[in-house]
Each structure stands twice: as C-alpha cells, then as structure tokens.
C-alpha cells in the first residue's frame, strides 16, 4: 500500500525559473495538503486541495504560487520565476475524504534548491 | 488565531536520560493534538495523538497527555536512545477544519 508519493525528490532551479512539484496521495485518499519547510524552520501551512476544488490556500503567496489538484493525476504545486527565498522542502500530505482522527499522511518531501 | 508554541531547540541528551518537549497551543474550541516525528532527511511520521482533554497518547515509549487547563500537550520519554534522534513537531487540528497547525519543531539529538 503506496504512502504518499512526491517527485521530484530533490529539484535545482536557476532565478526566474519554474518549478513543479507533483504529489500522489495515499490510495483512497482524495484531500490534498501543501506545507512548506523553510531551513531551520517549522511546517508552514500553504494550500488545502480536494479533487477540482482548492478549499483552502490562506498560506498560499499571493503571486507566483499556485496549485491543483486535477480529476486524474497528481496534484501540482507550481512555483513561477523562483527566487532564491523559494529555497525550501515542500511537503504534501493527504487524508481521506472523512478525518475524524484528524491524521495527515505525509510524503517524504521535495527540495528546491535556487540558485 | 491558532497557534502552538514548542520549546525552542535544539535539545541536547545522553542515551537513557529522561526527555520533556514543552509544546502549548492557542486555539478556539476544543483541538485534537498530534505529535509528529521528522527523521533526517525524510517527511513527517505521526507519533501519537489525543483527541479530548485528559486523553494520554502514547507510542514507542513516548506519551503526551492533553491537558485543557494549561493548554498543554508534553511530550515524555522515560529513558531516550540514540535512535530517537530527530526533529519533533507538536501540531492542532480544529474541530471541523482539515489542516493541522504546526508548531517551529524542537531538534533532538542523543548522544551515546
């Protein structure tokens, strides 16, 4: 039973670039979250997807961040014209459609790296 | 708004000494509380949880007891090892919200 699954695991960008981290969610699971983990820092909440829908992105950058969660595929967390401040380990996570128990699944993360 | 608060890191042990996180949170209504484990180089695991005041959670020797008075939620360990070494997150979750709030993580590090 595939956990989370994220790709790529480890990403370099030059300034100005994009970058595009995907995020397959465990089996049975169709809610989607994005955390982002800055260097010596905590989880900060980005973006709450369920399939078509973003139902929550208050931690989302207002410009150059976005993110989706299509009907078939992963869901994508699309960084544009990166910065160097965008260096940082993105976690997705994911939950079945009713979580009582609250639990989050999370994958192993991907790291972009800006130069 | 929501918020948890962890003890600031990193904390420093000797194999077989005893381990106290401090990890206290603001939040309206009644949260569940969640201990969340990050082993180097790899994602965030689930540790234990409790989902009512007074719940103990416990697992691999690790306990939190959820404590509504003091909005509190410690983490304990009676005797850590050197395999415990890591980054510890306490985490809410509101009644009827989805995501969880974390907290900035306390590293461990256990010495032999």
């Known amino acids: 039973n595939a956990g989370v699954m994220q790709n790529p695991r480890h990403l370099v960008r030059r300034r100005g670039q994009e970058a595009r981290l995907r995020c397959s969610p465990m089996?049975?699971?169709?809610?989607v979250y994005w955390y982002r983990q800055l260097p010596e820092e905590g989880l900060k909440f980005m973006v709450y997807?369920?399939?078509?829908?973003?139902?929550?992105e208050s931690g989302m950058p207002k410009e150059r961040f976005s993110a989706e969660f299509p009907k078939e595929g992963p869901s994508i967390l699309r960084i544009q014209q990166v910065v160097r401040g965008d260096s940082a380990a993105y976690f997705c996570?994911?939950?079945?459609?009713?979580?009582?128990?609250?639990?989050?699944?999370f994958g192993e993360g991907s790291r972009l790296t800006v130069l | 708004g929501d918020s948890v608060t962890q003890m600031e890191g990193p904390v420093t042990l000797s194999e077989e000494a005893f381990l106290t996180i401090n990890c206290t949170y603001t939040?309206?209504?009644?949260?569940?509380l969640f201990w969340y484990v990050q082993y180097p180089g790899e994602g965030l695991q689930l540790l234990l949880k409790?989902?009512?005041?007074?719940d103990k959670g416990s697992n691999k020797g690790f306990e939190a007891t959820y404590r509504k008075e003091t909005t509190s939620f410690h983490l304990e360990k009676g005797s850590v090892q050197v395999s415990d070494s890591a980054v510890y997150f306490c985490?809410?979750?509101?009644?009827?919200?989805?995501?969880?709030?974390f907290g900035q993580g306390t590293r461990l590090t256990i010495n032999p």
């Open positions: 996570a994911s939950s079945p459609p009713t979580n009582v128990a609250g639990e989050l699944f």
């Open positions: 089996k049975g699971h169709s809610h």
């Open positions: 997807l369920q399939k078509e829908n973003i139902i929550d």
């Open positions: 939040a309206t209504g009644y949260p569940s």
């Open positions: 409790a989902t009512k005041a007074d």
């Open positions: 985490a809410l979750k509101i009644q009827g919200a989805q995501k969880l709030v």
